[in-house]
Structure formats: structure tokens, C-alpha cells
């Protein structure tokens, strides 16, 4: 089992800047890499990050590239999101999820509870 705890969320004002955390804990050894989701109210999960934890390899959605970075602290079990030029439509509960698969074929078996991004015009 591997256990994710996110933090960081809040309110913002459009323009403004959050960074999200996420701490794994358990059978970290079994991840390949990690990712950041979210979801909007009525809209499907979809994915926003990834990174592949050793080679740091990593993906963005197009509607992030350029404002988002995803980083990680491998000795402190730890993913990061700097999230800058907010815009409201990045309003979601934002996941963390740790990916057992590979670059290719991500399998994401542990979620943590997520954490509220709110951007405000």
C-alpha cells in the first residue's frame, strides 16, 4: 500500500501562484513515477502532470504547459506542483496519484484525497 497526502490548496486570485504538495508514504518502492490530476465540478478526471521519479522525466497537459511546474524530492517522498498565472478554469479538486506501471502504460493504483483549487476573477 502506498499512502498520498496532498496540501498546498486554497483561494486565488486570477494571475496569482499555488504550489500543491504531495508526501507518499508505505511501499513507495513500487512507484514508477507520479502524477497530478484534477476535476472540475461536472467534468471528467483529467490528467495535468506527471513525472517519472528516478530520471525525472516528465508530461504536461497543454493546458498547463508554460504556467505549471512538477518537481519531486526523492528523499523526502515528495511531488510537487508550482502552479503559476492561475486562471479561474484551473478551479478543481486537484489528486495526486502514484503510477506502478510504466511511461507508456501508467497504472495508477493510489490516490490521495485531493485538495480544492479555487481561482477567483
Known amino acids: 500500500q502506498v499512502q498520498l497526502v496532498e496540501s498546498g490548496g486554497g483561494l486565488v486570485q486570477a494571475g496569482g501562484s499555488l504550489r500543491l504538495s504531495c508526501t507518499a508514504s508505505?511501499?513507495?518502492?513500487?512507484?514508477?513515477?507520479m502524477g497530478w490530476f484534477r476535476q472540475a465540478p461536472g467534468k471528467e478526471r483529467e490528467i495535468v502532470a506527471r513525472?517519472?521519479?528516478?530520471?525525472?522525466?516528465?508530461y504536461y497537459a497543454d493546458s498547463v504547459k508554460g504556467r505549471f511546474t512538477i518537481s519531486r524530492d526523492i528523499a523526502r517522498n515528495t511531488m510537487y506542483v508550482q502552479m503559476n498565472s492561475l486562471k479561474p478554469e484551473d478551479t478543481a479538486v486537484y489528486y495526486c496519484?502514484?503510477?506502478?506501471?510504466?511511461?507508456?502504460?501508467?497504472?495508477?493504483?493510489?490516490w490521495g484525497q485531493g485538495t480544492q483549487v479555487t481561482v477567483s476573477s
Open positions: 513525472i517519472s521519479w528516478s530520471a525525472g522525466r516528465t
Open positions: 508505505g511501499r513507495t518502492f513500487s512507484t514508477y513515477a
Open positions: 496519484a502514484a503510477d506502478s506501471g510504466s511511461w507508456l502504460k501508467p497504472r495508477y493504483d493510489y
